[in-house]
């Protein structure tokens, strides 16, 4: 497709079960990047991938989640023993390099997680 | 740290009604600044953006300048349309070595006929 595509758009899962979530970004995007968009809230930035490497991850919040990209392409976002609180939408973006050039950042329509 | 501010939601307007969205920013330097769209079962896209002092974006009749002497960066519009209900979220990108944006919580708008 030519945008972003993300999967799935919506995921329920059980409390302290494990979650995957898939990121195609637009083919020959280099840089990649996920949010999370809580209810009422903008988006926070969570890790910023050039290429394969994983250039930034500040903003993950903790050694639960971990993202991987290992052909520069799609990406995925994996979450372990969920909780209630990671319930949210998480976005992915990406963007034709991503070298402070201040490129325009092509989002994703979202993953809603639920965790119940 | 880098932060973005903007006025709380939601907002409702009649058709042909004239729109501001305040948005204010805390950075270091100087970053670029952005109004995202969020339009209903959609996602975000980028509306208009401004790189340095004194830019004005504009697109599809929403227009922002970039003040620096008041770090602002406030969303106008001088007649909305149903069409352009949505969540629309101020952001700044810092000048590190790749473009990181950072969003305000994002303000909603209703425009009704």
């Known amino acids: 497709g030519a945008g972003v595509s993300q999967t799935p758009s919506n995921k329920v899962t059980e409390k302290g079960k494990y979650v995957e979530l898939r990121c195609d970004p637009i083919?020959?995007?280099?840089?990649l990047y996920w949010y999370r968009q809580s209810l009422g809230q903008g988006p926070e930035f969570l890790i910023y991938?050039?290429?394969?490497?994983?250039?930034?991850d500040s903003g993950l919040p903790n050694d639960r989640f971990f993202a991987v990209r290992p052909e520069g392409s799609v990406s995925t976002l994996k979450i372990q023993r969920t909780e209630r609180g990671d319930s949210a939408v998480y976005l992915c973006?990406?963007?034709?390099?991503?070298?402070?050039?201040?490129?325009?950042?092509?989002f994703g329509q979202g993953t809603r997680l639920t965790v119940v | 740290g880098d932060s973005v501010t903007q006025m709380e939601g939601p907002v409702t307007l009649s058709e042909e009604a004239f729109l501001t969205i305040n948005c204010t920013y805390t950075?270091?330097?100087?970053?670029?600044l952005f109004w995202y769209v969020q339009y209903p079962g959609e996602g975000l896209q980028l509306l208009l953006k401004?790189?340095?002092?004194?830019d004005k974006g504009s697109n599809k009749g929403f227009e922002a300048t970039y003040r620096k002497e008041t770090t602002s960066f406030h969303l106008e519009k001088g007649s909305v349309q149903v069409s352009d209900s949505a969540v629309y979220f101020c952001?700044?990108?810092?000048?590190?070595?790749?473009?990181?944006?950072?969003f305000g919580p994002g303000t909603s708008l209703s425009v009704i006929p």
């Open positions: 950075a270091t330097g100087y970053p670029s």
């Open positions: 952001a700044l990108s810092v000048k590190t070595s790749y473009d990181k944006v950072i």
């Open positions: 991938f050039q290429g394969t490497g994983a250039a930034d």
């Open positions: 401004a790189t340095k002092a004194d």
């Open positions: 973006a990406s963007s034709p390099t991503g070298g402070g050039m201040n490129t325009e950042a092509f």
């Open positions: 083919s020959g995007h280099t840089a």
